[in-house]
Nanobody, 123 residues
Framework: QVQLVESGGGLVQAGGSLRLSCAAS????????MGWYRQAPGDKRELVAI???????NYADSVKGRFTISRDNAKNMVYLQMNSLQREDTAVYYC?????????????????WGEGTLVTVSS
């Protein structure tokens, strides 16, 4: 089982910064990739950034150079530093983890989502 708790969302003016955090509590689950997705009203959920257990990262083109994803493997935490925020960044941001669940002698892949944290950027 995995429980994800996000924090750090809120209201910020355009050009400002926010830092999102996500804490993962796990049982019999080995985390591989951690990431952030977002969903704006009326839009599909989209990838923002992901980071592997080894530190490799991937970003959506729209956030490259402005957002930075990082993680603390010892604490099962993932962070998203968001700078130079724009109105277009307004969305609910979801924490996501992917990895393997240990079930007896077997491992099976699983993906878990947080409940989301709202980021609103005003002009």
């Amino acid at each position: 089982q995995v429980q994800l708790v996000e924090s750090g969302g809120g209201l910020v003016q355009a050009g400002g910064s926010l830092r999102l955090s996500c804490a993962a509590s796990t049982t019999n689950f080995n985390i591989n990739v951690m990431g952030w997705y977002r969903q704006a009203p009326g839009d599909k959920r989209e990838l923002v950034a992901i980071i592997s257990s080894g530190g490799s990262t991937n970003y959506a083109d729209s956030v490259k150079g402005r957002f930075t994803i990082s993680r603390d493997n010892a604490k099962n935490m993932v962070y998203l530093q968001m700078n130079s925020l724009q109105r277009e960044d307004t969305a609910v941001y979801y924490c996501n983890v992917a990895g393997l669940t240990k079930s007896g002698s077997y491992y099976r892949p699983n993906v878990y989502w947080g409940e989301g944290t709202l980021v609103t950027v005003s002009s």
